[in-house]
């Protein structure tokens, strides 16, 4: 049984920092390139941050370019998402996600490539 199990969500001021953590179980991790959605209220799901298995290749999207850094441990079976310059409309439940994928060195912005989910992480920004 896999499980993705997301972490250190909360609360933060604008400006503010938070690193969240994915552990994941019941999977080969160094087979699966990782990601990270989110969803604001009324919005859908969109692609935050992704990285491929190797873990030498990371993709953003412009949103968070420059403030969020996304990283893997394999020794671990985790992956964690350090935010940084936080903004209100960073607002949203922070998911990870899992894509089997056979290149070492490729990642996916593409929530159909992810097959394996965790529940999510609230994160909230206040102004």
């Known amino acids: 049984q896999f499980q993705l199990a997301e972490s250190g969500g909360g609360l933060v001021q604008t400006g503010g920092s938070l690193r969240l953590s994915c552990g994941v179980s019941?999977?080969?991790?160094?087979?699966?390139?990782m990601g990270w959605f989110r969803q604001a209220p009324g919005k859908e799901r969109e692609f935050v941050a992704a990285?491929?298995?190797?873990?030498?290749?990371?993709r953003y999207a412009d949103a968070v370019k420059g403030r969020f850094t996304i990283s893997r441990d394999d020794a671990k079976n985790t992956m964690a998402l350090q935010m940084s310059s936080l903004k209100p409309e960073d607002t949203a439940v922070y998911s990870c996600?899992?894509?089997?994928?056979?290149?070492?060195?490729?990642?996916?912005?593409?929530?159909?490539?992810?097959?394996?989910w965790g529940q999510g992480t609230q994160v909230t920004v206040s102004s």
């Open positions: 019941g999977l080969t991790f160094n087979n699966y390139a």
């Open positions: 990285i491929s298995r190797g873990g030498r290749n990371a």
């Open positions: 996600a899992a894509s089997f994928i056979i290149e070492r060195e490729v990642t996916s912005v593409y929530e159909r490539d992810y097959g394996y």
